[in-house]
């Protein structure tokens, strides 16, 4: 049990590491840089190779921003296998979904018990 923790501590603090590299040694946005994260969890989740990853590393790999490519890229592989093409529009939508709401609600209640301010 300890082994899965130590495991999603490397995987996830290397993955922040590289972005963190992105960040300090290139002229890439943040956004890009962000982007580029879910895009390449989209295309490894597609070919199967970030599924390995997720397996051994559990939450250090599908909590960043490549994790919610692969939701995406599982959730429209998914749809595509029980409604068809049709999922392809629908599958990222469907498996995102809860995190979507997670993020909004958090997000609300984290608004109603701070007090925003101006930047000086």
Do not use: H
């Not at 599958?91 to 979507?100: E, N, P, R």
């Amino acid at each position: 049990m300890l082994m899965k923790f130590i495991n999603a501590f490397w995987v996830g603090g290397l993955i922040c590491l590289i972005g963190q590299i992105l960040i300090d040694k290139t002229k890439l946005t943040p956004a890009r840089i962000l982007t580029s994260y879910v895009v390449t969890g989209v295309i490894l989740g597609a070919f199967g190779i970030y599924e390995p990853i997720v397996n051994f590393a559990g939450a250090g790999a599908t909590v960043p921003l490549s994790g919610f490519g692969y939701t995406i890229s599982q959730g429209v592989k998914k749809a595509v296998n029980s409604t068809g093409y049709l999922g392809v529009f629908t599958g990222a939508v469907t498996a995102a979904a809860a995190g979507v709401t997670a993020a909004l609600v958090f997000g609300v209640v984290a608004a109603l018990f701070t007090k925003s301010a101006d930047k000086a």
